[in-house]
């Protein structure tokens, strides 16, 4: 049957002496199958969109800063001020072995517009960072030139700077080499030793670019604070959760700055896990709304090649039947109906599946080639694995829309057919 060069001509002359309905059927799965193939790879960009929040930070870490007090404690007043210090950098190494890195922070910046930074007639208003070398294993950086901070920086209190490409771009010429060149920090020196690039992109990406990041050690010397710890970044273990981590740091923090255990606002903290997982479930979600709708949109349109199937059936009744009484088996009679079915929709579904990926890609390339950047929507894209398993889906549904129009042709007894009018 299927090498049988009559069958496949009486197949095609079959579908063509309908031709209006021939189309309408194989329209209605060649929308089926466009529409999930739309969907997911709107479903794609919008995912990667979201995830690339996160492509810049080690998606098991956390964040802790602290607030004044809500709760009076041991004789303290509610809304007292504490801070960190260096000894809790200590403690936390020493009492929560499932902390991998640790990186202590203090912060000053010119988010208010305030020039803090200059170099000759230059200057500019940036993030100065003091940070621990272990900072760059939590927030992912691209070292453009030169290197990070190091643990010699930290021992020697080295006045050195890594600065953003932002700030690059403010205080340097566009072919200036700025390692080795020296920047005026809130009236301090500093030496610059590497230039970094955000991991990701879009407005946070760029605010990160316009950072100075300094030695820790150096920072507290510097700039007068002291023992003083702004907040902490943590990365835990693997397999360790990272909100284990921070229900142990917080608990232990608590206890050494005096903080009553109830009091659930005197540290901030943010938990890149905890919302890394509530986007990877969300899109999981949002995944299996795509395939219930498109699928069933699928299923609408090969339903509609069964019925279609069926009324040929009947059409050709008398065809059947003669074909019976000369010798065709009932096996010949089914092969060639199912045969039709899914030539129909496997034919009409490459199509949809064509367009589908067509539109996609072409909607990914405009947007590149547009340069525009929407962070929430991202690379559109057909995972071609998805691909296959539309199209696998289509012939399997193929082979069901031919079964019952099939079932329906082989229990006609051809006497009966032969007297059909």
Known sequence: MIFDRDSWQEIAHTLKKNKLRSFLTAFGVFWGIFLLLIMVGAGTGLQNGAMDNFSDRATNSVYIWTRPTTIPYKGFPIGRRFYFNNDDIKALRQNIPEILHLGPRNQMGGHRGVTNVTRGLKDGAFSINGDYPEYRLIQLLQIKT???????????????????????????????????????????????????????????????????????????????????????????????????????????????????????????????????????????????????????????????VSNIMLIIVKERTREIGIRRAIGATPLNILTQIMTE?????????????????????????????????????????????????????????????????????????????????
């Not at 700055?257 to 890394?276: C, I, L, M, W």
């Not at 909607?363 to 525009?372: E, N």
């Not at 962070?375 to 539309?390: C, G, Q, S, Y």
């Open 146 to 304: 030169g290197r990070f901070i190091n643990h010699l920086d930290m021992r020697d209190r080295r006045k050195v700077a890594v600065i953003g490409t932002r700030v690059r771009e403010v205080l340097f010429e566009k072919e200036e080499n700025p390692i080795g060149e020296h920047i005026l920090v809130k009236g301090v020196y500093f030496k610059v030793v590497g230039v970094f690039a955000a991991n990701s992109e879009g407005d946070e990406a760029e605010e990160e670019t316009q950072t100075v990041f300094i030695p820790f050690t150096t920072f507290q010397h510097a700039f007068n604070f002291g023992q003083r710890v702004s907040w902490f970044s943590i990365t835990s273990q693997p397999d360790v959760p990272a909100s284990v981590v921070e229900k142990r740091a917080i608990a232990l923090l608590a206890k050494r700055h005096q903080v009553s255990p109830e009091d659930q606002t005197a540290f901030g903290r943010y938990n890149v896990e905890k919302e890394y997982r509530k986007m990877v479930n969300l899109f999981k979600g949002i995944n299996i709304l795509i395939w219930f709708v498109g699928t069933f949109t699928l299923i609408a349109g090969v339903i509609g």
């Open 341 to 421: 079915s899914v030539l129909l929709t496997a034919v009409s579904g490459y199509m949809g599946l064509v367009a589908g990926v067509g539109i996609i890609e072409l909607l990914s390339r405009a947007l590149t080639a547009a340069g525009t950047r929407i962070e929430t929507f991202k690379n559109p894209e057909i995972d071609l694995r998805v691909a296959i398993m539309a199209l696998s889906i289509l012939v399997i549904c193929g082979v069901l829309a031919g079964l019952i129009p099939g079932k329906k042709a082989i229990s006609i007894k051809p006497v009966e057919a032969i007297r059909d009018d």
